[in-house]
């Protein structure tokens, strides 16, 4: 079976190593050829916006995922055969593509976000901060992620500055979540109907990028299937198909929806070695309608992201025998996803003790992650 990729970087990467076991071929469809799908698989280099290439591309596979969400819906829209071949579906995509767009969704299902507003002028942000309060956090609603297009408001009087400096495009501004924790679900459907959770993950972000994935979270068996009822309603709601995951903030009396993706995700790297089926096999079974793999967690397992550079770490498995490394194969860059590292533990306590001894070695030696 062909599949086609739209995006190449490390998430398409870890797709095709992971879909190597089911017997697949892979195209990527990018504007650049990349580093990370190098060797693995066969590149196409086009504009996202070229409607005869991504055509072919399109007419050349059986199905065709993505591994980044900022696509040109608009081209998508035109080309044939879209609606059947691309998961998660066109019309999803459609809704994860703008933020605002996506939080009336998710409350249109009774599932809960942060208090937010669409901001299009610059009187509307001070109405929008003096109703909903401060502190807050404005951000855009296209083309933002690992906390890119924010600004954070503590005072009625920064209004104007954040509006120049974010306002060319709309916007939206929340209300500051006091969390206790930020928590992820992994939750898979297949072309079949079937379902698969994973258990929730806990995350910690440096400058709103996310640093560590800790799973599974220590959270009750309530909050589990409460964070799955929030998939389930959205998997009937849009008949998807793929991996969807929600990116949770826990608070003292609720648990509110940050941010939902209709991709494979960097919360779960961890899946790899840390679960039965990976989030990345379990994303092709879905799409490609292969029976889906168990999301059983195998122990105890921690995720680090690699951000910037790789410095220190060049011989860190003389000194943590077990740890696992995953290189993409980037360039470094300020600020650049490069890589992963995994470790585990047979308990949860034995895997937090493993990660603070790796904590420390990487704030002595590693890669000081500017961001
Ligand atoms: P986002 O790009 O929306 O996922 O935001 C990146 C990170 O910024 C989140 O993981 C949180 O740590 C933080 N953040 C975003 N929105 C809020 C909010 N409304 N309240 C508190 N923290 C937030």
């Known amino acids: 079976m062909k599949v086609g990729i739209l995006g190449a970087g490390q998430l398409a990467r870890m797709l095709i ?21 190098d060797g693995l698989a066969e590149q196409q280099v086009a504009q996202f916006q070229d409607k005869e290439k991504l055509q072919s591309f399109f007419d050349a596979h059986d199905r065709i995922t993505y591994d980044w969400e900022n696509l040109s819906v608009t081209t998508l829209r035109e080309i044939r055969e879209c609606e059947k071949k691309l998961f998660p579906s066109l019309s ?18 009774g599932i809960p976000t942060a208090p937010h507003a669409l901001i299009t002028e610059e009187s509307g942000l001070i109405d929008a ?27 009625l009087g920064e209004c104007q500055t954040a509006w120049a400096e974010l306002g060319r495009s709309e916007l939206e501004y929340e209300s ?40 599974p979270a220590p959270v009750t068996e309530s909050m589990q299937k409460f964070a799955e009822s929030y998939a389930q309603k959205i ?28 991709r494979v995700h960097n919360s779960g790297h961890w899946t790899i070695e840390g679960a039965e089926t990976s989030q990345f096999e379990n994303h092709l079974r879905a799409g490609l309608g292969f029976e889906l793999g168990g999301s059983q967690a195998l122990g105890y397992t921690a995720m680090r992201n690699i951000i910037g550079n ?32 995994t470790l585990q533990g047979k308990t949860h306590e034995q895997l937090i003790q493993n990660l603070q001894t790796l904590r420390s070695f990487l704030a002595a030696n590693g890669p000081k992650e500017t961001v």
């Open 17 to 37: 190593q992971s879909g190597q076991n089911l017997g697949l071929q892979f195209t990527t469809f990018a504007p650049e050829r990349s580093p990370c799908v």
């Open 92 to 109: 999803v995509l459609e809704i994860i593509a703008n933020r605002y767009r996506q939080k009336k969704f998710l409350n249109s299902l």
């Open 129 to 155: 901060v003096q109703t909903l309060g401060l502190p807050g956090i404005l951000k855009t609603n296209q083309l933002g992620y690992d906390g890119k297009g924010q600004k954070r408001l503590k005072d």
């Open 176 to 215: 500051w979540v006091p969390f206790k924790r930020e928590l992820s679900l992994i939750a898979c459907r297949s072309v079949r109907g079937e379902e698969k959770f994973y258990p929730l993950a806990e995350n910690h972000h440096v400058q709103g990028v996310l640093s560590e994935t800790i799973a």
């Open 235 to 262: 998997f009937q709601a849009v008949d998807y198909v793929g991996v969807l995951v929600l990116e949770l903030f826990e608070t003292s009396d609720a648990l509110l929806v940050n941010e939902m993706a209709s």
């Open 310 to 341: 790789w410095q220190g770490t060049e011989h860190i498995q003389e000194v943590f025998p077990d740890i696992l490394v995953h290189d993409y194969l980037k360039e470094s860059r300020p600020g650049r996803k490069l890589g992963h590292l």
